[in-house]
């Protein structure tokens, strides 16, 4: 049975705020709960004038407090932005305000351009390769088996699930390797998705923490009453997109009819191939789609997302999405 969950990315929306974008997030996150959605992640991403998610651990605790049995993690972390054990005792303190429903995913991306990586880390000589042993380092200070010498605190003893996130097989590699559950950002880097599952099915290795493989598939939805209207709503994200993958990140537009119509071949390129794991329509096309997506992939569950400028509609896209992933639970 494939269960679901959300990833939100904060958007500020333009001519918004960070503030406003931090009270849709709680606002989403309640409404993410009453449809039971399994987890709400939020992503670290620095430098990015739409997204406002940057400081991940403080966007996670608002969203904790906000709810009262959702999961809330980080989809992800960026590992190689951080000490270890900074990230042990913050995703400590966060597990021990709100026992067991804190989760942490990893990647090793940086999640900003090199100018901003140099800000962040203050040199670069932090080295993305390393990303394995670093893992290693963070679940040493969970498991306080005194392996570095140190001690976190908090952090030390927190039941803190670890997820490996990735876009290449790199990361499917160590999830199986760890025995860790496995999140894949299909949702904006499809390309190598089919042999990522490949591999991390067949190299998983039971741990303390899994005894199975569970994969987790990004999936943009874009949903509406209408094939129409959803394709209206989507146009915000379409421009986003197009703007990231040509150097100009922007706010989160307003939709615009017909968008991709006037285009041009490079833009409907990019999201040809952003777009490939997505569903935009009316409840009966969305339903369709993410059926025959999970029917290709066997995805053992799926990471919704979907940018709407309009606070309101991306509720009741998620809750058509909701309703389609419940109706394909019962007919599994």
Same mark, same amino acid.
């Given at each position: 049975?494939?269960?679901y969950?959300?990833?939100?990315?904060?958007?500020?929306?333009?001519?918004?705020?960070?503030?406003?974008?931090?009270?849709?997030a709680?606002?989403?996150?309640?409404?993410?709960?009453?449809?039971?959605?399994?987890?709400?992640?939020?992503?670290?991403?620095?430098g990015?004038?739409?997204?406002?998610?940057?400081?991940?651990?403080?966007?996670?605790?608002?969203?904790?407090?906000?709810?009262?049995?959702?999961?809330?993690?980080?989809?992800?972390?960026?590992?190689?932005?951080?000490?270890?054990?900074?990230?042990?005792?913050?995703?400590?303190?966060?597990?021990?305000?709100?026992?067991?429903?804190?989760?942490?995913?990893?990647?090793?991306?940086?999640?900003?351009?090199?100018?901003?990586?140099?800000?962040?880390?203050?040199?670069?000589?932090?080295?993305?390769?390393?990303?394995?042993?670093?893992?290693?380092?963070?679940?040493?200070?969970?498991?306080?088996d005194?392996?570095?010498?140190?001690?976190?605190?908090?952090? *030390?003893?927190?039941?803190? @699930?670890?997820?490996i996130?990735?876009?290449?097989?790199? /990361? !499917? $590699?160590?999830? #199986?390797? =760890?025995?860790?559950?496995?999140?894949?950002?299909?949702?904006?880097?499809?390309?190598?998705?089919?042999?990522?599952?490949?591999?991390?099915?067949?190299?998983?290795r039971?741990?303390?923490?899994?005894?199975?493989?569970?994969?987790?598939?990004?999936?943009?939805?874009?949903?509406?009453?209408?094939?129409?209207?959803?394709?209206y709503?989507a146009?915000?994200?379409?421009?986003?997109?197009?703007?990231?993958?040509?150097?100009? *990140?922007?706010?989160?537009? @307003?939709?615009?009819?017909?968008?991709?119509?006037?285009? /041009? !071949? $490079?833009?409907? #390129?990019? =999201?040809?191939?952003?777009?490939?794991?997505?569903?935009?329509?009316?409840?009966?096309?969305?339903?369709?789609?993410?059926?025959?997506?999970?029917?290709?992939?066997?995805?053992?569950?799926?990471?919704?997302?979907?940018?709407?400028?309009?606070?309101?509609?991306?509720?009741?896209s998620?809750?058509?999405?909701?309703?389609?992933?419940?109706?394909?639970?019962?007919?599994?």
């Amino acid at each position: 049975m494939t269960g679901y969950s959300l990833l939100d990315l904060v958007p500020i929306v333009q001519d918004g705020t960070a503030a406003s974008a931090l009270a849709n997030a709680a606002d989403l996150a309640r409404h993410a709960e009453g449809l039971g959605f399994n987890r709400y992640w939020v992503a670290e991403h620095h430098g990015m004038p739409g997204i406002a998610s940057a400081a991940t651990a403080v966007v996670i605790g608002h969203l904790a407090a906000a709810t009262s049995t959702i999961k809330v993690g980080a989809g992800g972390i960026m590992l190689p932005n951080h000490a270890p054990l900074v990230i042990a005792e913050q995703f400590g303190t966060l597990d021990a305000l709100f026992p067991g429903r804190i989760e942490l995913g990893l990647g090793r991306a940086p999640g900003s351009d090199h100018k901003v990586a140099r800000a962040l880390r203050r040199t670069l000589e932090s080295d993305p390769n390393a990303f394995p042993q670093d893992v290693l380092e963070l679940q040493s200070y969970f498991a306080d088996d005194g392996q570095t010498g140190i001690r976190a605190v908090p952090g *030390a003893g927190a039941k803190v @699930p670890l997820w490996i996130l990735g876009s290449s097989t790199f /990361g !499917a $590699q160590l999830a #199986a390797a =760890l025995g860790l559950p496995y999140a894949f950002a299909s949702h904006f880097a499809p390309a190598a998705m089919m042999d990522a599952i490949a591999i991390y099915r067949a190299g998983f290795r039971p741990s303390a923490q899994l005894d199975r493989p569970h994969v987790m598939l990004g999936f943009n939805v874009f949903a509406a009453d209408s094939d129409n209207e959803a394709q209206y709503l989507a146009s915000s994200a379409h421009q986003a997109f197009v703007a990231i993958r040509t150097g100009q *990140a922007i706010q989160l537009p @307003p939709p615009v009819r017909d968008f991709r119509a006037g285009l /041009g !071949a $490079q833009g409907n #390129a990019i =999201l040809n191939q952003v777009l490939e794991c997505s569903a935009t329509g009316s409840p009966a096309t969305v339903a369709h789609q993410i059926a025959a997506f999970v029917e290709r992939t066997g995805a053992d569950e799926l990471m919704l997302t979907g940018m709407i400028y309009d606070p309101e509609a991306r509720k009741k896209s998620f809750g058509i999405a909701a309703q389609a992933m419940r109706e394909l639970q019962l007919a599994a």
